[in-house]
């Protein structure tokens, strides 16, 4: 508390709440182009970074990166791009999708995804890090180790902010325990328990979930742990950031958008960490 404080002018004094009813009424000045939904978010990082959370002492990106609505779609690195091992439709432990009707666990949606998805699942790449864990190693670490189908992510992110594809969008990933259907998953290089996202990952981050917000009309924005109470996913220097860019970009927090599939598979899905 000492070092909110230090606020400038305009905060200073304030509490939490008022402090984020403040940013949000800024978040219209950005809908109107008078700034961007960018500097507001590189304001609040570095505002979070330096005076609440104490975390990295990175200098987070002050220029403007992201479009006023409509947003443009990100760069996204493709697969080919990262050496991505074609899926494994015999993996063993791809169950996620088991049914009845889909014994073979691989489950590619059918119809408009922007009617499927409504939530986007942020996680962190525990155990490999922020600067040097890569797409790869973690696809590795889901179809070798844990014998799933491919890597469970539909994005990655890693430390310079580089957005990489994953999984298959038409296809139901394998992130959040028994909460697959209709979540984008969204990891984020980095174990955010003992380092921090850097900000050129919120960047892009919020730009990657602008963009998804709009073509899929997502609704929702949570983080691994409140589907699944027994990880500490996406990590605690990552939490916070969540709200702020769920503020930010006008979505609603948590699991409440989650819509159960018709037919439920009798094995849990598959967790990420
Ligand atoms: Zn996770």
Redesign the pocket.
Known sequence: MQRRRRASAHTKGMTRREFLTWLVSLSGLAASGACSVGVLMAFLARRYEHSVLQVSPTPLPTHDLTPTAPPLPPEVIPRAEWNALPPNHMAEDEFGFASAENPTGWHVYSGDLATIYTTA????S?PLLRDSGTMRALQDLHMQTRRWADIGYHFGIDGAGRVYEGRDIRVRGA??AGYNTGTL?I?LMGNFEVESPSGAQLFALQRLLHWLKQTYTLTHLA???EF?PT?A??GKNMRPYLSLLAESLRLQRGTGGYVPPKVQSKRRDQ???
């Open positions: 699942v942020i996680h962190h525990f992130s959040v998953g990891v983080g691994h742990y699944n990880t996913c996406p967790a990420c960490c």
